[in-house]
């Protein structure tokens, strides 16, 4: 798959890799220096998706530097098996929309939402939150397995 600034690696099922619940991790800029937050992710195939609200702090964080990375990956020692997918780009805030919201938590928790304790309350019932997304200039993906 190419894309301008995308690498995917060949043989890679980007899409496929990416449509596992895995986690993602996060790297912004603070003014204190780096830091790396995990983040439960939608991929519709062009860009990443995620809820953020006040809770987080990262929507002040984006305001003063959109600039971020994440990483998605897998390691499984037993078969050598290492998929790896990092990501660049520039993080927008959207306005919360609850279809998204609701395939994001059926990916990660199940369709009953009935079993998703404080997500229902921190996600849905929030007023603050938000989307974040990215549609990433720059993507690697590569499966740097050893076996």
Same mark, same amino acid.
């Given at each position: 798959?190419?894309?301008?600034?995308? %690498?995917?690696?060949?043989?890679?099922?980007?899409?496929?890799? =990416?449509?596992?619940?895995?986690? $993602?991790?996060?790297?912004?800029?603070?003014?204190?220096?780096?830091?790396?937050?995990?983040?439960?992710?939608?991929?519709?195939?062009? $860009?990443? *998706?995620?809820?953020?609200? =006040?809770?987080?702090?990262?929507?002040?964080?984006?305001?003063?530097?959109?600039?971020?990375?994440?990483?998605?990956?897998?390691?499984? =020692?037993?078969?050598?098996?290492?998929?790896?997918?990092?990501?660049?780009?520039?993080?927008?805030?959207?306005?919360?929309? $609850?279809?998204?919201?609701?395939? *994001? +938590?059926?990916?990660?928790? +199940?369709?009953?939402?009935?079993?998703?304790?404080?997500?229902?309350?921190?996600?849905?019932?929030?007023?603050?939150?938000?989307?974040?997304?990215?549609?990433?200039?720059?993507?690697? $993906?590569? %499966?740097?397995?050893?076996?």
């Amino acid at each position: 798959m190419q894309r301008d600034g995308w %690498d995917v690696g060949e043989g890679f099922d980007l899409n496929a890799f =990416l449509a596992q619940p895995l986690v $993602a991790r996060l790297a912004t800029s603070h003014a204190s220096g780096p830091r790396v937050r995990p983040i439960w992710y939608q991929f519709d195939g062009m $860009a990443f *998706w995620w809820i953020t609200g =006040l809770w987080s702090g990262l929507e002040d964080v984006l305001q003063r530097d959109p600039r971020v990375e994440l990483v998605v990956d897998t390691c499984d =020692l037993t078969t050598g098996q290492v998929l790896q997918v990092r990501a660049r780009g520039r993080a927008e805030l959207r306005p919360f929309d $609850a279809g998204r919201a609701q395939r *994001w +938590g059926e990916h990660y928790l +199940g369709s009953d939402r009935n079993q998703w304790g404080r997500f229902v309350s921190s996600v849905f019932e929030d007023p603050a939150s938000r989307f974040v997304y990215l549609r990433p200039t720059w993507l690697r $993906a590569r %499966d740097l397995s050893w076996r």
